[in-house]
């Protein structure tokens, strides 16, 4: 399986909250069902970091910077089936309008995105 992870950062002069407005907002709600009907992942996470303590306490402890704000996931079976989507002209569009929508409350620099390849494991 394939996976496209993107991990985002808010921009600096955006609050937590309206961070969070932006991301749970039905405009970024209606541009992910737009590209889902274009690039069809088999799966996808939408996921907010959680504002508590026990994150402040692994930062100490492993002497990091602060995490990630949150971050999105799409996931594909193959390799093959991604890059038919993805460089699909109305997937290029798309991703276009998500990354303008994006930059109003996300920090693009300070982000990561990237392809990996999921091998799941079952813990007995």
Partial sequence: ???????????????????????NSP?????????????????FAKNLTLQVSANERIQQERGSGEPFDGTLEFWWDNAAELLEKYDSPQAQEIRQEMLDYQKQFIDIQRCHAFFTEYSPKMLS
């Fill in 1 to 23: 399986m394939i996976r496209f992870i993107n991990c985002v950062r808010r921009r600096e002069d955006i609050s937590v909250d309206e961070f969070r407005r932006y991301w």
């Fill in 27 to 43: 405009e970024f709600e209606q541009l992910f069902e737009r590209l889902f009907k274009i690039v069809q992942p088999r799966g």
